[in-house]
């Protein structure tokens, strides 16, 4: 998923239960019944209080959206698009203002992490995913040895991403950035796309009607962005057409290419689950202190089923994405190649999950902390803010909590004697609120 998709992740109960209906009953409905509409926009202005996301600012982007789209045709030309080719997807087209609802939200909860792991992660996706590698083994033979990544972090991509192409998205592509190019908050980054995606139709490497996907734009099973496309698409199978929603060899070498060229490394794994040592300094968990892992293991550092590592020599930084409470991580380079996939590191720890339980690997061995509750996006910007009015340096508060945020707790944490993991727990903002 790519960059604006990084944070969104869309649920697609309604689509499985509707898929639980029989075929015949399915066909009768249809003839009688036509398809419920898209909700429309809810006509509130966006959480994110940005001036391009007020009622008014949409409402009046939205008449102006033929006269937004004319205004890009120079840039399409320069890009090789022909005049007919601009007329025929867009004279027509109308924003989808619903997608304002998608950009701008700001959800009171988030999940826990190892409540992301459980759905995306399950037994089911698994098993699906082992057909997939079975089913197309030829193919991954090919692209392995054409590209040198491994295919089990291809088909978690894949699983994770749309669950092996059951949920790629149903959006026009062309229509999603042609509103976001013209409408909201991201309107330069969203230009880039929907000159892309016109690109895309002038070629024909995706036909029109297969040019579908979610709301900000990704299409195929592995969600590819249409700049992304044009960097990293190929045509594996020889048809002339670098078809990455139908040609699975497609979309399995598109997905190498992609990795490879955002520098994977051949026979590297994406990282380790590991065991601490009872006194382990929990200061060295830091991504920019990168050392071997022959090193770590004389700090004590183990794997929990006893097998030794197979590069000692290789540089890894811990991760502890729950705390000192739960599983501990080394990662390798790779696991870096995956953020660039999708710059979150639940993002990036799922695929890595994914793909080990893919290869046989049993589930994670440490215990999550599942008691922990999770702190609302205002609680989280409550605890940034008061970390910034006790001297401790993160930048703006946000309520995203990222590297800067971690140090900071974690500076907290030593100045109290606690261990300083840098998990923002509601112990961590209890402590805050009441110094």
Not at 126 to 132: A, K
Not at 141 to 148: I, P
Not at 321 to 348: I, S, T
Not at 421 to 431: C, V
Request: aromatic share 10%.
């Amino acid at each position: 998923m790519r960059t604006a998709l990084r944070t969104f992740k869309i649920a697609a109960l309604t689509a499985a239960a509707l898929g639980a209906l029989t075929s015949a009953s399915a066909q009768q409905t249809s003839a009688i019944t036509p398809p419920p509409a898209k909700p429309e926009w809810s006509g509130q202005s966006g959480a994110s209080g940005h001036p391009q996301m007020t009622a008014e600012a949409i409402r009046a982007a939205a008449a102006d959206f033929p006269n937004c789209l004319e205004r890009l045709w120079p840039d399409a030309a320069r890009r090789g698009v022909s005049r007919e080719t601009f007329i025929n997807h867009t004279a027509a087209l109308t924003p989808d203002l619903r997608i304002m609802d998608f950009l701008d939200a700001q959800p009171e909860f988030v999940r826990p992490l190892w409540e992301y792991l459980d759905g995306l992660v399950s037994n089911q996706r698994v098993l699906m995913g082992q057909e997939v590698l079975a089913k197309y083994r030829a193919t991954f033979d090919q692209v392995e040895r054409a590209y040198g990544v491994d295919r089990h972090i291809i088909t978690a991509i894949w699983g994770v991403e749309s669950r092996y192409g059951d949920m790629a998205g149903d959006r026009p592509v062309i229509r999603s950035t042609a509103t976001l190019a013209c409408v909201g908050r991201r309107q330069a980054y969203f230009r880039d796309e929907f000159l892309a995606a016109l690109e895309i139709l002038h070629r024909g490497d995706v036909r029109p009607e297969q040019l579908k996907g979610s709301w900000a734009g990704a299409f195929g099973p592995t969600q590819f962005m249409p700049s992304s496309f044009k960097r990293y698409a190929v045509d594996f199978d020889g048809d002339g057409r670098r078809d990455v929603v139908d040609s699975i060899p497609d979309v399995i070498a598109s997905t190498a290419n992609n990795l490879k060229k955002d520098g994977w490394v051949s026979g590297q794994p994406w990282g380790y689950e590991v065991e601490l040592p009872i006194g382990f300094d929990y200061l060295l968990a830091d991504r920019a202190r990168q050392i071997t892992i022959r090193e770590w293991e004389k700090l004590g550092v183990r794997r929990p089923d006893g097998r030794p590592f197979a590069r000692p020599d290789e540089r890894a930084f811990l991760l502890l994405p729950a705390g000192a409470q739960g599983p501990a991580f080394l990662m390798l380079p790779n696991f870096a190649v995956m953020m660039k996939y999708n710059p979150a590191e639940a993002y990036a720890l799922a695929i890595g999950y994914l793909a080990d339980r893919l290869r046989g690997d049993g589930p994670i061995s440490q215990p999550w902390p599942r008691h922990e509750p999770v702190l609302t996006r205002d609680e989280r910007r409550e605890l940034q803010e008061l970390l910034l009015s006790r001297g401790f340096d993160l930048g703006e508060p946000d309520g995203r909590l990222g590297p800067r945020s971690r140090v900071a707790i974690r500076e907290f944490q030593v100045s109290t004697g606690l261990i300083p993991d840098g998990f923002a727990s509601a112990d961590i903002l209890g402590r805050l609120r009441n110094r």
